[in-house]
């Protein structure tokens, strides 16, 4: 059993991009879960280098709150940089990852807090439905979550995202995990302890477009699977061994029927080529996968920052941990 609310603090985070128009109604909707809790609170705001006016906007709520805190980027980093950022500097005893564009709804986080009273060290929000969504984009999240639950050895709960509730102690270790293809919820299933879901259903958005087509979508799953999975690599192998039996077997195949014919021949310019393209084809193909991940170490021996920080309100040191 967790200590009563009145004695902790809860951080709300959430990142921000292009949500001028939505984002008074968020920290409105988030304030009012937040007093109906009756437990003190921050809403960490996270601009991850939106073009519009979402730095302004928050900045107004802030100085209008002084619960809210705003954090600005020097430029896009992306949603997961910007949910990491907002994980270094929050405070409370027990973190919330909501999106700002209402989709998920602030409401379930009553829920989730009392699940954290409870003992549990996540609570993760998990789609009963999901409205607005295109079929396309139901069919490509649908398996997407099949594929890297086949794929990866952590169980990753299906029809989840990042919102969530977590306990000060999961939040410490994940804010130890500097890797930078980041995929949060693969992260929060890894470090374990006592997780749960809370289902409900998700909300189209409330204005503006979403700022995950297609291409950041893709790029999205393919870092989820190379973070926690190796085995597009196993592939390569199990490709190389199956096309190994058939040579043999085709070998085989020709140096009997030349010992029963030996005038007979297999005559055809297009199955040479094919075969050809065929195994060049897996070539390109493993050069390809093996490239991702010397890629991904490159990148992480370099060593650069997460995300870089323009400005912070209200003033603190963005390197205080």
Request: overall charge positive; glycine content about 6%.
């Amino acid at each position: 059993m967790r200590p009563p609310l009145a004695a902790t603090k809860l951080s709300i985070v959430a990142p921000c991009y292009n949500e001028e128009l939505v984002l008074p109604q968020f920290v409105a909707r988030v304030t009012a879960v937040c007093r109906q809790l009756g437990c003190d609170y921050e809403i960490v705001l996270v601009n991850d280098g939106s073009r519009d006016r979402t730095h302004a906007v928050a900045l107004q709520l802030a100085q209008a709150d002084p619960h809210l805190r705003v954090v600005n980027f020097f430029r896009n980093f992306g949603h997961q940089a910007a949910v990491t950022a907002g994980l270094d500097l929050a405070q409370g005893d027990a973190v919330v990852l909501i999106d700002s564009d209402l989709q998920d709804p602030p409401e379930v986080i009553v829920e989730m807090v009392a699940r954290w009273r409870d003992g549990v060290d996540v609570a993760y929000g998990q789609r009963r439905s999901r409205a607005g969504e295109s079929a396309f984009k139901l069919a490509t999240a649908k398996l997407f979550y099949r594929v890297l639950s086949i794929s990866t050895k952590n169980t990753i709960p299906r029809d989840t995202g990042d919102f969530r509730l977590m306990d000060r102690r999961v939040v410490e270790v994940l804010r130890e995990m500097r890797e930078r293809h980041r995929f949060i919820r693969g992260m929060v299933s890894w470090v374990g302890g006592r997780q749960e879901p809370v289902l409900y259903d998700r909300q189209a958005r409330a204005a503006g477009r979403t700022g995950y087509p297609f291409a950041k979508m893709l790029s999205f799953a393919i870092d989820a699977v190379t973070s926690f999975s190796v085995l597009p690599l196993r592939l390569l192998t199990y490709s190389a061994l199956v096309v190994l039996a058939l040579t043999l077997v085709m070998s085989i195949v020709v140096f009997v029927m030349k010992l029963v014919n030996p005038g007979y021949f297999i005559p055809g310019y297009a199955s040479i080529m094919l075969t050809i393209m065929f195994f060049g084809g897996i070539n390109l193909l493993a050069f390809g996968i093996i490239g991702e991940y010397l890629g991904r170490m490159y990148e992480a021996v370099k060593g650069r920052p997460l995300y870089v920080i323009e400005s912070l309100y209200p003033p603190v040191d963005p390197r205080r941990r």
